[in-house]
T-cell receptor, first 115, second 112 residues
Framework: GAGVSQSPSNKVTEKGKDVELRCDPI?????LYWYRQSLGQGLEFLIY????????KSGLPSDRFSAERTGGSVSTLTIQRTQQEDSAVYLC?????????????FGPGTRLTVT | AQSVTQLGSHVSVSEGALVLLRCNYS??????LFWYVQYPNQGLQLLLK??????LVKGINGFEAEFKKSETSFHLTKPSAHMSDAAEYFC??????????FGTGTRLLVSP
């Protein structure tokens, strides 16, 4: 079956512009996660969805970051007024259920470069 | 709070040699532990997971890991390295719900 897909695969934007990153989870997976991977910070958790609700947003670095999930499926991560420190690979993952032993399946990521 | 420590940012082995990647965890409650592998410009792929069913866990590509509570460790091993094993490996811990907490990763280099 299809895995987690993310689009775009690469995004180059100018400082100050807004960007939207999309994640399509595996069909039937109720939990969806966003992570950020950067050279200096490693893999960082951003936000987690259970259905369309986000019980844990603790990893969002600032109020410029927001995310939503609709129909219990597709999720969009939006970064407003991008800064150079936002440059990173943004990874999305989904799992059948939240927590416990359920493994997370990762997408290929979106590489964001802010110039 | 939960955390993982991966000792060694880089590990070099010869093809055919034993692979040992170290992971120590910190958790106040019984953890779930995972090893993921990341090839260049790709996402993370699950190698194996510990869910308390068995302390020795076998994964894909010939990898295995042993959960040792007394040592708070979950080291990843493979008896014989292959060139295709060259990648970055991440150990991760989770308790209860939500997020994975990742280690800083270990890059495995395999020389012929």
């Amino acid at each position: 079956g299809a895995g987690v897909s993310q689009s775009p695969s690469n995004k180059v934007t100018e400082k100050g512009k807004d960007v939207e990153l999309r994640c399509d989870p595996i069909s039937g997976h109720t939990a969806l996660y966003w992570y950020r991977q950067s050279l200096g910070q490693g893999l960082e958790f951003l936000i987690y969805f259970q259905g369309n609700s986000a019980p844990d947003k603790s990893g969002l670095p600032s109020d410029r970051f927001s995310a939503e999930r609709t129909g219990g499926s597709v999720s969009t991560l939006t970064i407003q007024r991008t800064q150079q420190e936002d440059s990173a690979v943004y990874l999305c993952a989904s799992s059948k259920l939240a927590g416990g032993p359920y493994e997370q399946y990762f997408g290929p990521g979106t590489r964001l470069t802010v110039t | 709070a939960q955390s993982v420590t991966q000792l060694g940012s880089h590990v070099s082995v010869s093809e055919g040699a034993l692979v040992l990647l170290r992971c120590n965890y910190s958790s106040s409650v019984p953890p779930y532990l995972f090893w993921y592998v990341q090839y260049p410009n790709q996402g993370l792929q699950l190698l194996l997971k510990y869910t308390s069913a068995a302390t020795l866990v076998k994964g894909i590509n010939g990898f295995e890991a042993e959960f040792k509570k007394s040592e708070t460790s979950f080291h990843l091993t493979k008896p014989s390295a292959h060139m295709s094993d060259a990648a970055e490996y991440f150990c991760a811990v989770r308790t209860g719900f939500q997020k994975l907490v990742f280690g800083t990763g270990t890059r495995l280099l395999v020389s012929p």
